[in-house]
């Protein structure tokens, strides 16, 4: 792969320089530090046997030790103050392995990619996610992985995250608003779940299914999506090494409003097929009816590949507004594949783009 | 209403309406305009036309409403405020958005419904703004009523580009158009009533 081939930029250079400082983040917001963390420490030592474990490290208190879990506010918290300001810590990962991905790319500044969210279930404005996701609780979470399969199971986020070694890709992002944004992702591909799941030869494409909790998911409460979200992929794009399971951004959990605490990445297709906090991975036969292709079938379609020669009803596709570029920076011409072709160009040789957009 | 109170009203209207444009200004100076700064700025200034249009419109109904008449001399001036924040609307669109590139600019204007519709809207409200001036009002006489009524078009216009602009909830697009349908009704329902009333003249008579 052409891409791994980048051996001589080295990622760790690009990164540094790019990354938001915490501090002038926090400062920003006049957060409420909460002191009960909920801390879900017992699972830990299940599954630490294999030796490229990765570790979340509490943000906060260095050196605390492994934890694994989300921090939620205390109750009290919760109805006294907005939920705006309820505080969700951050926390390191530690133990994830640089690639060459993207690395010579500009990052999206860390306060863009978590405050400027397309996630209907908690509202549906760009703002909202990071405002109303904050009771979400990510942990603990299992994911059913059901259908064509030898033997259906669940999985735990702990042990997905030990599937495969963890790893930081920088993809671009193109949502078919016709905006886009580079993130430093972390996660395993997800190929690897795909063969731990062991599929039948029936086993065509697959189905995602997000979470659809009323209560702590605002929006999901409105009827303006078909709840819950439903994502697909054939077992191609399913297996291709460029399909990522995220786990989180740079260097941290996964904040809810991205989808906490797995969602998926196809960095050539449009954002809305990256299914957000996946609750059940189904193998099927026949392709699956996704939420926005049923939603406006017109408008979007299974396959959404990012295709600056097919146009949207409401957006052009040609050109897209890179997010942070700045008030006067005008358009940036849109990739075929988003500028992935040749990772994922052969998969539709065959297939007619304009008719499966 | 007298001249002095007049004079009151049109300041503070001149004072509210260049409210948006000043916190527009003021958030860009201190880059606050968020991750996506010019759909800020282009969907500040749509947002802003849209209401001032629909106060525009209002003036009407209330005085048939009230019976009071002091409220037509401030149309225009709104109207202008409209135009103005619908150049500004323009403006972002063709500059800050499409850098002057006319080419995607025609693309984009071609191929996207609610693009079409709210740039139709923005050029029937040139022939209104340049004939709002009182010379012209009194040179077109009756014409100048008929032109006009093109601001009902636009309105519709105005509340369709949104609606259509709007991916999947329509909850706002939807207060726009229940409240020019109300400003719309109010006018019909006079109409009606004053057409009734001219029916009924020559058997009372």
């Known amino acids: 792969m052409i891409i791994i081939n980048k051996s001589t930029i080295n990622p760790t250079n690009i990164l540094a320089s790019d990354i938001t400082p915490r501090e002038v983040f926090e400062n920003r917001r006049d957060f409420i530090k909460s002191a009960g963390l909920g801390l879900i420490a017992g699972s830990a030592g299940m599954f630490s046997a294999k030796s490229h474990a990765a ?35 951050r926390q390191k990962i530690t133990g994830y392995s640089k690639t060459a991905y993207g690395a010579d790319e500009k990052l999206t500044k860390y306060e863009n990619v978590t405050t400027y969210n397309n996630y209907y279930e908690f509202g549906t404005d760009k703002a909202d996610p990071a405002i109303e996701s904050t009771r979400f609780k990510p942990r603990p979470w299992a994911i059913s992985i059901e259908g064509e399969v030898k033997k259906a199971k669940t999985i735990s986020i702990e042990e997905l995250m030990k599937l495969a070694p963890l790893e930081e890709r920088i993809y671009r992002m193109r949502c078919v608003e016709g905006w886009s944004m580079v993130i430093p992702w972390i996660g395993l591909p997800l190929a690897s779940l795909v063969k731990w799941a062991e599929p039948t030869g029936n086993a065509k494409y697959i189905e ?12 999901a409460r409105e009827a303006v999506l078909d709840w819950p979200y439903v994502e697909g992929l054939r077992m191609d794009e399913a297996t291709n090494p460029l399909t990522l399971l995220a786990v989180g951004l740079y260097g941290e959990v996964l904040p809810n409003q991205n989808g906490a605490p797995v969602r998926l990445v196809t960095p050539w297709k449009y954002g809305f097929k990256g299914a957000k906090a996946i609750v059940k991975i189904r193998f099927v036969d026949k392709m699956p009816l996704t939420t926005w292709a049923k939603s406006g079938p017109t408008e979007y379609g299974f396959y959404a590949n990012v295709n600056p020669n097919v146009d949207h009803p409401r957006w052009t596709q040609s050109s897209e507004k890179r997010i942070g570029a700045g008030l006067f920076a005008g358009r940036i011409k849109t990739q075929m594949f988003n500028g992935y072709s040749e990772q994922v160009g052969q998969m539709y040789a065959s297939l007619d783009l304009k008719k499966h957009f | 209403m007298n001249k002095q109170q007049t004079v009151y009203v049109k300041a503070a209207i001149w004072l509210f309406a260049l409210m948006p ?53 401030l149309r225009r001036l709104l109207g202008l405020f409209m135009f103005f924040y619908a150049c500004l609307h323009i403006a972002t669109y063709v500059w800050l958005d499409y850098s002057f590139v006319w080419v995607d600019i025609t693309k984009d204007i071609i191929k996207h419904p609610y693009v079409i519709v709210g740039f139709s809207a923005f050029l ?16 077109l006489k009756s014409n100048w009523k008929k032109l006009h009524q093109i601001v009902y ?27 020019l349908a109300l400003l719309l009704g109010v006018r019909l ?3 009606q009533k004053s057409a009734h009333k001219m029916q009924l003249k020559p058997q009372s008579a």
């Open chain 1, 55 to 89: 570790n979340i490290v509490n943000g906060e208190t260095k050196g605390a030790g492994l934890l694994i879990g989300r921090a939620n506010a205390p109750v009290a918290e919760k109805t006294a103050v907005k939920s705006s300001s309820i505080y969700v810590p």
């Open chain 1, 208 to 219: 995602f299914t997000s979470a659809n909790d009323t209560s702590t998911m605002p929006g």
């Open chain 2, 21 to 73: 444009l000043a916190r527009l200004i003021w958030l860009g100076v201190n880059e606050d305009l968020g991750a996506n700064p010019v759909e800020f700025v282009e969907r500040s200034t749509g947002t802003w036309t849209l209401v001032i249009l629909l106060t525009t419109l209002s003036m009407t109904p209330i005085r048939l409403l009230t019976g009071q008449v002091w409220q037509i001399q």
């Open chain 2, 124 to 139: 029937l409200t040139i022939p209104l703004a340049a004939t709002s001036n009182s010379y012209l009002i009194k040179r």
């Open chain 2, 153 to 179: 078009l636009i309105a519709i216009l105005g509340v369709l580009h949104f609606w259509w602009l709007v991916k999947k909830d329509v909850t706002e697009p939807i207060y726009y158009a229940a409240v």
């Open chain 2, 189 to 191: 329902y006079f109409k």
